[in-house]
Protein backbone atom coordinates (compact mmCIF):
# COMPACT_ATOMS: atom_id res chain seq x y z
CA UNK A 1 0.00 0.00 0.00
CA UNK A 2 2.84 2.32 1.12
CA UNK A 3 4.31 1.59 -2.58
CA UNK A 4 1.38 2.20 -4.59
CA UNK A 5 1.08 5.22 -2.86
CA UNK A 6 4.55 6.44 -3.28
CA UNK A 7 3.84 5.87 -7.26
CA UNK A 8 0.62 8.08 -7.24
CA UNK A 9 2.89 10.95 -5.58
CA UNK A 10 6.29 10.36 -8.02
CA UNK A 11 3.45 10.31 -10.99
CA UNK A 12 1.72 13.23 -9.75
CA UNK A 13 5.14 15.00 -9.33
CA UNK A 14 5.88 14.06 -12.94
CA UNK A 15 2.86 15.11 -14.39
CA UNK A 16 3.23 18.64 -12.85
CA UNK A 17 6.54 18.61 -14.05
CA UNK A 18 5.35 17.90 -17.90
CA UNK A 19 2.45 20.56 -17.22
CA UNK A 20 5.22 23.19 -16.09
CA UNK A 21 7.93 22.07 -18.32
CA UNK A 22 6.65 24.74 -21.81
CA UNK A 23 5.80 27.29 -19.23
CA UNK A 24 9.27 27.64 -17.73
CA UNK A 25 10.62 27.58 -21.43
CA UNK A 26 8.82 30.05 -22.67
CA UNK A 27 9.33 32.21 -19.63
CA UNK A 28 13.32 31.71 -20.46
CA UNK A 29 13.15 32.92 -23.96
CA UNK A 30 14.13 36.54 -24.06
CA UNK A 31 13.86 38.64 -27.24
CA UNK A 32 17.24 40.92 -27.83
CA UNK A 33 16.74 44.51 -29.33
CA UNK A 34 15.29 44.92 -32.84
CA UNK A 35 17.66 45.79 -35.26
CA UNK A 36 16.47 48.77 -38.00
CA UNK A 37 18.53 48.35 -41.54
CA UNK A 38 17.44 51.96 -42.59
CA UNK A 39 19.60 53.02 -45.33
CA UNK A 40 17.82 55.83 -47.10
CA UNK A 41 19.85 56.25 -50.28
CA UNK A 42 20.59 52.52 -50.73
CA UNK A 43 18.12 50.43 -52.86
CA UNK A 44 20.76 47.95 -54.82
CA UNK A 45 19.98 44.58 -54.09
CA UNK A 46 23.62 43.57 -53.26
CA UNK A 47 24.10 46.73 -51.33
CA UNK A 48 21.21 46.24 -48.70
CA UNK A 49 22.54 42.27 -48.55
CA UNK A 50 25.62 43.66 -47.44
CA UNK A 51 23.99 46.07 -44.52
CA UNK A 52 22.17 43.64 -43.12
CA UNK A 53 25.23 41.31 -43.10
CA UNK A 54 25.71 43.68 -39.83
CA UNK A 55 26.02 42.29 -36.90
CA UNK A 56 26.31 43.34 -33.16
CA UNK A 57 28.91 40.58 -31.44
CA UNK A 58 28.56 41.65 -27.74
CA UNK A 59 24.89 42.56 -27.04
CA UNK A 60 25.41 46.26 -26.17
CA UNK A 61 25.46 47.97 -29.39
CA UNK A 62 29.88 48.24 -29.18
CA UNK A 63 31.52 45.71 -31.22
CA UNK A 64 29.44 44.96 -34.93
CA UNK A 65 31.15 43.27 -37.74
CA UNK A 66 30.11 43.42 -41.48
CA UNK A 67 30.65 41.23 -44.34
CA UNK A 68 31.90 43.69 -46.85
CA UNK A 69 31.10 41.99 -49.72
CA UNK A 70 30.10 44.63 -53.22
CA UNK A 71 32.72 46.77 -54.93
CA UNK A 72 33.91 49.92 -53.50
CA UNK A 73 35.55 51.25 -56.51
CA UNK A 74 38.89 51.81 -54.86
CA UNK A 75 40.43 52.19 -58.44
CA UNK A 76 38.32 55.08 -58.90
CA UNK A 77 39.13 56.59 -55.83
CA UNK A 78 42.50 56.28 -55.98
CA UNK A 79 42.08 58.14 -59.66
CA UNK A 80 40.11 60.79 -58.44
CA UNK A 81 42.61 62.90 -56.88
CA UNK A 82 40.84 64.12 -54.03
CA UNK A 83 42.18 65.22 -51.09
CA UNK A 84 40.95 66.06 -47.76
CA UNK A 85 38.21 63.98 -45.82
CA UNK A 86 35.36 65.69 -46.23
CA UNK A 87 35.65 65.57 -49.56
CA UNK A 88 36.89 62.23 -49.94
CA UNK A 89 33.69 61.04 -48.06
CA UNK A 90 31.12 62.98 -50.55
CA UNK A 91 33.12 61.75 -53.22
CA UNK A 92 32.14 58.21 -51.89
CA UNK A 93 28.63 59.22 -51.38
CA UNK A 94 28.25 60.34 -54.94
CA UNK A 95 30.08 56.45 -56.23
CA UNK A 96 28.43 54.23 -54.14
CA UNK A 97 25.05 55.67 -53.19
CA UNK A 98 22.16 54.66 -55.00
CA UNK A 99 20.22 57.62 -53.96
CA UNK A 100 22.51 61.01 -53.57
CA UNK A 101 19.91 63.15 -51.76
CA UNK A 102 20.65 66.63 -50.79
CA UNK A 103 22.70 66.51 -47.58
CA UNK A 104 26.29 65.36 -48.22
CA UNK A 105 27.88 63.06 -45.43
CA UNK A 106 30.17 64.61 -42.53
CA UNK A 107 32.38 62.70 -40.84
CA UNK A 108 35.10 62.80 -37.55
CA UNK A 109 38.46 61.59 -37.82
CA UNK A 110 41.76 61.54 -35.26
CA UNK A 111 43.73 58.39 -33.82
CA UNK A 112 45.89 58.59 -30.84
CA UNK A 113 47.22 55.02 -30.02
CA UNK A 114 50.32 52.93 -29.46
CA UNK A 115 51.47 50.31 -31.31
CA UNK A 116 54.59 47.83 -31.28
CA UNK A 117 56.02 44.94 -33.39
CA UNK A 118 57.51 41.92 -32.17
CA UNK A 119 58.45 37.98 -32.89
CA UNK A 120 56.32 35.47 -30.45
CA UNK A 121 58.15 34.51 -27.41
CA UNK A 122 57.83 30.54 -28.25
CA UNK A 123 57.32 29.74 -32.29
CA UNK A 124 58.16 31.44 -35.35
CA UNK A 125 54.91 33.84 -35.43
CA UNK A 126 54.83 38.28 -36.05
CA UNK A 127 52.81 39.92 -33.90
CA UNK A 128 51.81 43.97 -33.94
CA UNK A 129 50.27 45.44 -31.19
CA UNK A 130 47.69 48.59 -31.28
CA UNK A 131 45.56 50.52 -29.37
CA UNK A 132 43.48 52.98 -30.38
CA UNK A 133 42.88 55.79 -28.73
CA UNK A 134 40.57 58.91 -28.90
CA UNK A 135 38.49 60.61 -26.69
CA UNK A 136 34.56 61.11 -28.29
CA UNK A 137 31.92 64.10 -26.83
CA UNK A 138 28.48 63.84 -27.14
CA UNK A 139 26.87 67.04 -28.31
CA UNK A 140 26.70 69.20 -24.79
CA UNK A 141 30.45 68.53 -25.26
CA UNK A 142 31.17 67.38 -21.55
CA UNK A 143 29.52 63.50 -21.95
CA UNK A 144 32.08 61.05 -22.98
CA UNK A 145 30.87 58.66 -26.07
CA UNK A 146 32.16 55.06 -25.76
CA UNK A 147 33.07 53.48 -29.23
CA UNK A 148 31.31 51.74 -31.57
CA UNK A 149 33.80 49.45 -33.21
CA UNK A 150 32.91 47.84 -36.47
CA UNK A 151 35.05 44.98 -37.94
CA UNK A 152 34.95 45.14 -41.92
CA UNK A 153 35.54 42.22 -43.91
CA UNK A 154 36.78 42.77 -47.17
CA UNK A 155 37.37 40.53 -50.12
CA UNK A 156 37.81 42.84 -53.95
CA UNK A 157 37.80 40.87 -56.55
CA UNK A 158 41.24 42.64 -57.48
CA UNK A 159 42.82 42.87 -54.51
CA UNK A 160 43.78 41.26 -50.75
CA UNK A 161 41.18 39.52 -48.58
CA UNK A 162 41.54 41.81 -44.77
CA UNK A 163 39.96 42.67 -41.63
CA UNK A 164 40.21 46.28 -40.68
CA UNK A 165 38.92 48.63 -37.67
CA UNK A 166 36.98 51.43 -38.14
CA UNK A 167 35.57 53.89 -35.53
CA UNK A 168 31.97 54.18 -35.65
CA UNK A 169 31.46 57.29 -34.09
CA UNK A 170 33.60 58.96 -36.73
CA UNK A 171 31.21 58.51 -39.07
CA UNK A 172 28.14 59.65 -36.87
CA UNK A 173 27.40 55.65 -35.50
CA UNK A 174 27.60 55.51 -31.48
CA UNK A 175 26.73 53.04 -29.58
CA UNK A 176 23.78 50.74 -30.32
CA UNK A 177 23.32 52.79 -33.24
CA UNK A 178 21.39 49.56 -35.38
CA UNK A 179 18.91 49.69 -32.95
CA UNK A 180 17.68 53.19 -33.70
CA UNK A 181 14.97 53.52 -36.77
CA UNK A 182 16.43 56.96 -37.24
CA UNK A 183 19.56 56.45 -37.87
CA UNK A 184 20.49 56.39 -41.37
CA UNK A 185 22.94 53.37 -42.47
CA UNK A 186 23.90 54.78 -45.54
CA UNK A 187 27.17 55.86 -45.01
CA UNK A 188 28.29 52.62 -44.08
CA UNK A 189 28.95 52.65 -47.95
CA UNK A 190 32.61 54.08 -46.77
CA UNK A 191 33.51 52.04 -44.47
CA UNK A 192 36.72 50.54 -46.34
CA UNK A 193 37.45 54.14 -46.36
CA UNK A 194 37.50 54.43 -42.70
CA UNK A 195 39.82 51.93 -41.63
CA UNK A 196 42.36 52.95 -38.51
CA UNK A 197 44.44 49.85 -38.17
CA UNK A 198 43.87 46.47 -39.97
CA UNK A 199 45.54 43.28 -41.51
CA UNK A 200 45.59 41.47 -44.82
CA UNK A 201 45.56 37.94 -46.39
CA UNK A 202 49.31 38.39 -46.58
CA UNK A 203 50.39 39.20 -43.10
CA UNK A 204 50.84 42.91 -43.90
CA UNK A 205 49.34 45.11 -40.97
CA UNK A 206 48.97 48.78 -40.49
CA UNK A 207 47.40 51.59 -37.92
CA UNK A 208 47.66 55.21 -38.08
CA UNK A 209 48.39 57.49 -34.94
CA UNK A 210 48.07 61.05 -34.47
CA UNK A 211 50.66 64.03 -34.26
CA UNK A 212 50.37 67.71 -33.08
CA UNK A 213 51.28 69.40 -36.04
CA UNK A 214 49.72 70.67 -39.00
CA UNK A 215 48.47 67.96 -41.93
CA UNK A 216 50.25 66.83 -44.85
CA UNK A 217 49.95 68.38 -48.02
CA UNK A 218 52.38 67.18 -50.50
CA UNK A 219 52.24 68.09 -54.47
CA UNK A 220 54.75 66.49 -56.03
CA UNK A 221 54.32 66.90 -60.32
CA UNK A 222 52.58 64.24 -61.53
CA UNK A 223 51.04 62.34 -58.74
CA UNK A 224 47.80 62.07 -58.04
CA UNK A 225 46.75 62.98 -54.04
CA UNK A 226 45.46 60.11 -51.73
CA UNK A 227 43.79 60.92 -48.28
CA UNK A 228 45.01 59.03 -44.83
CA UNK A 229 42.23 56.63 -44.47
CA UNK A 230 42.11 55.35 -48.32
CA UNK A 231 46.33 54.98 -48.12
CA UNK A 232 45.32 52.10 -45.56
CA UNK A 233 42.85 51.11 -48.09
CA UNK A 234 45.40 50.95 -50.65
CA UNK A 235 47.84 49.14 -48.46
CA UNK A 236 45.83 46.16 -47.83
CA UNK A 237 44.54 45.89 -50.84
CA UNK A 238 47.61 46.08 -52.52
CA UNK A 239 50.55 45.48 -50.27
CA UNK A 240 52.13 42.19 -48.90
CA UNK A 241 54.80 43.66 -47.37
CA UNK A 242 56.41 47.16 -45.90
CA UNK A 243 58.42 47.41 -48.61
CA UNK A 244 55.95 47.22 -51.43
CA UNK A 245 53.32 49.25 -49.23
CA UNK A 246 56.34 52.22 -48.92
CA UNK A 247 56.84 51.92 -52.35
CA UNK A 248 53.21 52.08 -53.16
CA UNK A 249 52.86 55.44 -50.55
CA UNK A 250 56.00 57.18 -52.48
CA UNK A 251 53.49 56.96 -55.76
CA UNK A 252 50.90 59.60 -54.72
CA UNK A 253 50.74 62.97 -52.74
CA UNK A 254 49.83 62.34 -49.31
CA UNK A 255 46.73 65.08 -48.22
CA UNK A 256 46.12 64.51 -44.48
CA UNK A 257 43.63 67.68 -44.20
CA UNK A 258 40.52 67.58 -43.19
CA UNK A 259 38.87 70.04 -46.37
CA UNK A 260 41.43 69.81 -48.91
CA UNK A 261 42.70 73.03 -47.32
CA UNK A 262 46.43 73.80 -46.11
CA UNK A 263 45.92 74.51 -42.00
CA UNK A 264 46.53 77.97 -40.91
CA UNK A 265 50.33 79.06 -39.19
CA UNK A 266 50.82 77.18 -36.00
CA UNK A 267 46.94 75.42 -35.97
CA UNK A 268 47.16 72.16 -33.85
CA UNK A 269 43.33 72.04 -32.85
CA UNK A 270 40.97 69.29 -33.68
CA UNK A 271 40.38 68.93 -37.34
CA UNK A 272 44.43 70.19 -38.04
CA UNK A 273 46.47 67.19 -37.44
CA UNK A 274 49.25 64.97 -39.15
CA UNK A 275 49.66 61.56 -38.86
CA UNK A 276 52.09 58.64 -38.83
CA UNK A 277 51.86 54.89 -39.94
CA UNK A 278 53.16 52.26 -38.02
CA UNK A 279 53.15 48.85 -40.36
CA UNK A 280 54.68 45.39 -39.81
CA UNK A 281 54.21 42.08 -42.05
CA UNK A 282 54.78 38.25 -41.63
CA UNK A 283 58.63 38.00 -42.79
CA UNK A 284 59.69 40.30 -39.90
CA UNK A 285 59.75 43.80 -41.31
CA UNK A 286 58.65 46.56 -39.93
CA UNK A 287 58.50 50.48 -40.35
CA UNK A 288 57.29 53.91 -39.31
CA UNK A 289 56.21 56.43 -41.96
CA UNK A 290 56.34 59.92 -41.29
CA UNK A 291 55.80 63.16 -43.06
CA UNK A 292 58.06 65.75 -42.11
CA UNK A 293 58.94 69.25 -43.26
CA UNK A 294 61.19 69.25 -46.06
CA UNK A 295 62.26 71.90 -48.70
CA UNK A 296 58.37 73.74 -48.42
CA UNK A 297 58.59 74.82 -44.96
CA UNK A 298 54.85 75.89 -44.92
CA UNK A 299 53.58 72.00 -44.72
CA UNK A 300 55.07 68.53 -43.54
CA UNK A 301 55.38 67.72 -47.24
CA UNK A 302 58.44 65.01 -47.12
CA UNK A 303 58.13 61.45 -46.72
CA UNK A 304 60.34 60.15 -44.10
CA UNK A 305 61.13 55.54 -43.03
CA UNK A 306 62.51 54.64 -40.33
CA UNK A 307 63.28 51.55 -39.91
CA UNK A 308 65.77 48.48 -39.01
CA UNK A 309 66.59 49.15 -35.71
CA UNK A 310 65.03 47.79 -32.46
CA UNK A 311 64.16 51.03 -31.12
CA UNK A 312 61.95 51.75 -33.58
CA UNK A 313 59.95 48.47 -32.89
CA UNK A 314 57.20 51.11 -31.09
CA UNK A 315 55.77 54.26 -31.56
CA UNK A 316 53.07 56.83 -30.09
CA UNK A 317 52.28 60.15 -30.93
CA UNK A 318 55.49 61.78 -31.55
CA UNK A 319 57.60 62.09 -34.29
CA UNK A 320 60.46 59.76 -34.32
CA UNK A 321 62.13 61.64 -37.12
CA UNK A 322 65.40 63.80 -35.92
CA UNK A 323 64.26 66.06 -38.65
CA UNK A 324 61.18 67.13 -36.14
CA UNK A 325 63.87 67.89 -33.01
CA UNK A 326 61.99 70.90 -31.67
CA UNK A 327 58.36 70.94 -33.55
CA UNK A 328 55.69 70.69 -30.63
CA UNK A 329 55.58 66.69 -30.94
CA UNK A 330 59.07 66.26 -32.16
CA UNK A 331 61.05 63.70 -29.86
CA UNK A 332 61.43 65.82 -26.90
CA UNK A 333 57.51 65.87 -26.80
CA UNK A 334 55.32 64.42 -23.75
CA UNK A 335 52.94 63.88 -26.09
CA UNK A 336 52.65 59.75 -25.57
CA UNK A 337 56.30 59.59 -24.02
CA UNK A 338 55.06 57.82 -20.77
CA UNK A 339 53.40 54.95 -23.26
CA UNK A 340 56.35 55.09 -25.63
CA UNK A 341 59.17 54.09 -22.37
CA UNK A 342 56.79 51.82 -21.26
CA UNK A 343 56.56 49.83 -24.50
CA UNK A 344 60.06 49.95 -25.23
CA UNK A 345 61.49 48.82 -21.98
CA UNK A 346 59.48 46.33 -21.72
CA UNK A 347 60.15 44.94 -25.58
CA UNK A 348 63.88 45.33 -24.51
CA UNK A 349 64.21 43.46 -21.61
CA UNK A 350 61.84 40.75 -23.40
CA UNK A 351 64.77 40.59 -25.86
CA UNK A 352 61.31 41.72 -28.24
CA UNK A 353 60.00 38.54 -27.91
CA UNK A 354 56.15 38.21 -26.37
CA UNK A 355 53.52 35.57 -26.29
CA UNK A 356 49.82 36.41 -27.46
CA UNK A 357 48.91 37.00 -24.06
CA UNK A 358 51.86 38.93 -22.92
CA UNK A 359 51.15 41.19 -26.17
CA UNK A 360 47.94 42.01 -24.92
CA UNK A 361 49.08 42.59 -21.46
CA UNK A 362 51.79 44.71 -23.05
CA UNK A 363 48.89 47.07 -24.30
CA UNK A 364 46.90 47.07 -21.31
CA UNK A 365 49.43 48.50 -19.43
CA UNK A 366 49.39 51.24 -21.58
CA UNK A 367 45.96 51.64 -22.22
CA UNK A 368 44.55 54.64 -21.55
CA UNK A 369 41.27 56.29 -19.48
CA UNK A 370 39.42 59.42 -20.13
CA UNK A 371 41.52 62.41 -19.75
CA UNK A 372 42.01 65.99 -20.62
CA UNK A 373 43.84 65.45 -24.15
CA UNK A 374 41.99 64.19 -27.38
CA UNK A 375 44.19 61.46 -27.94
CA UNK A 376 43.57 59.21 -24.63
CA UNK A 377 40.58 56.57 -23.95
CA UNK A 378 41.27 53.47 -24.91
CA UNK A 379 38.56 52.47 -27.43
CA UNK A 380 40.23 48.87 -28.53
CA UNK A 381 43.64 46.62 -28.22
CA UNK A 382 44.37 44.49 -31.25
CA UNK A 383 47.01 41.93 -31.41
CA UNK A 384 47.78 41.23 -35.11
CA UNK A 385 49.20 37.66 -35.52
CA UNK A 386 50.90 38.40 -38.87
CA UNK A 387 51.58 34.30 -39.52
CA UNK A 388 48.24 33.16 -38.71
CA UNK A 389 46.74 36.65 -40.42
CA UNK A 390 44.48 36.78 -37.37
CA UNK A 391 43.50 39.91 -35.00
CA UNK A 392 42.67 39.32 -31.14
CA UNK A 393 40.44 42.22 -29.74
CA UNK A 394 39.73 43.94 -26.61
CA UNK A 395 37.07 46.97 -26.31
CA UNK A 396 36.75 49.95 -24.10
CA UNK A 397 40.19 48.06 -21.69
CA UNK A 398 37.91 45.29 -20.98
CA UNK A 399 40.66 42.47 -21.23
CA UNK A 400 38.47 40.18 -19.72
CA UNK A 401 36.43 39.70 -22.59
CA UNK A 402 38.33 38.81 -25.67
CA UNK A 403 37.46 37.97 -29.54
CA UNK A 404 39.48 36.31 -32.00
CA UNK A 405 39.20 37.05 -36.01
CA UNK A 406 40.96 35.22 -38.67
CA UNK A 407 41.20 36.64 -42.71
CA UNK A 408 39.49 34.12 -44.64
Not at 268 to 297: K, L, P, R, W
Not at 333 to 351: A, E, F, I, P, W
Amino acid sequence: MKRKNALIVWSAIGLAMLILLPVSCKKESKKGPVPYYNAKHITDKNKVAMIHSLKDLDGTGRLFEINYDVDYKLDQVLASNIGGTQALFQYIAYLLYDDLGSKAPEIKYGAGCSAFAVDEKVGKNRLMGRNYDFRHFASDGETLLPTSAILVRTSPKDGKKSISMVDGINLGYGKGFLYDKNTDLSLLMGLPYAALDGINEDGFAIGVLALREKPTVQSKEGQGKIATTVAIRMLLDKASTVKEAIKLLKGYNMDMSTDGKTAPEGATEQGYSNYHFFMADATGDYAIVEYCYGGNTLTPDSMEVHTGNDTLRCVTNFYVSPSMWGRLDGWGSTHGRKRYDTMRSTLKVQNYRLSDSEAMNLLQSVAQTPGEELTSMTQWSAVYNLTEKSVRLAILREYGKQYDFKVE
